[in-house]
């Protein structure tokens, strides 16, 4: 996976946000809506999150004890094009960085916010010229810290994902709708009518159905 660069070194990608890595590994068709269409919609879980994250949004630099808390800290990766705010990154006495990423939700291993810790701790170690191999999730849903690994899988599973939304920028093309269980948990359902869309035969006879007349004109005869 190599990157063009300008003739002054600088990387000529298309930045991509690490929010949307974390979108586009949860379902592609969100992303999109996100990025094509500007489409983000609240729900309880998201309103959740951002009253969660208004906690750790206000930028600041604290310290306690051995460990100095950044929050709301910008970071990038010029040369893999990602940009992003960390939630809570905490500067240990004994050279450690640990990104915290604050989740409303379950933390659910192998997941999206994975990606997302994960792209984190990749531009921590762009920005702070340090290795990162590892990360935590906070989940609010059962208070606790999840720490996860900065494995080469994730890694390369970051780059193909920033790649992917790359692709989503330069196409246009909404991706098709995933149709599953992932929309019942989605703030975008309403709006993008996964199943509708799918054409599963259900909703297709309920369009069918709708349109037809032949039952009203029975009744009123
Ligand atoms: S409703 Fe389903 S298909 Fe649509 S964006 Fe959400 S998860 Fe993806």
């Known amino acids: 996976m190599t990157h063009p660069t300008t003739q ?12 949307a890595l974390e979108h586009y590994a949860y379902c592609p068709r969100q992303c999109g809506l996100i990025l094509l269409e500007d489409a983000f919609t609240d729900d309880a879980a998201t309103v959740r999150g951002t009253l969660l ?5 206000t930028p600041g630099n604290r310290g306690r004890g051995n460990v100095r808390t950044l929050h709301a800290l910008p970071v990038w990766h010029d040369g893999y094009g990602l940009t992003g705010i960390c939630d809570t990154v905490e ?24 990606v997302q810790a994960a792209a984190q701790a990749i531009c921590l170690e762009e920005m702070f010229h340090r290795p990162v191999p590892e990360a935590a999730i906070y989940s609010a849903a059962d208070r606790r810290r999840h720490p996860l690994a900065i494995t080469d899988t994730l890694r390369t599973q970051v ?16 991706p098709p709708p995933a149709a599953d269980s ?17 054409g599963t035969r259900r909703y297709r006879q309920a369009l069918t159905d709708l349109y037809h007349l032949d039952d009203l004109q029975d009744t009123d005869a």
Not at 8 to 19: A, N, T, Y
């Open 8 to 19: 002054s070194g600088e990387s000529d990608l298309i930045q991509v946000p690490l929010s």
């Open 53 to 57: 994250h208004q906690r750790v949004d």
């Open 91 to 114: 500067l240990h006495s004994d050279g450690r960085i640990l990104p915290v990423e604050h989740k409303s939700g379950r933390y659910h291993p192998g997941g999206p916010a994975d």
């Open 159 to 174: 780059l193909e994902l920033a790649d992917a939304v790359r692709n989503l920028h330069t196409t246009h093309q909404l």
């Open 182 to 198: 992932r929309c019942r948990r989605c703030s975008m359902a309403t709006g993008c009518m996964p199943r509708l869309l799918a």
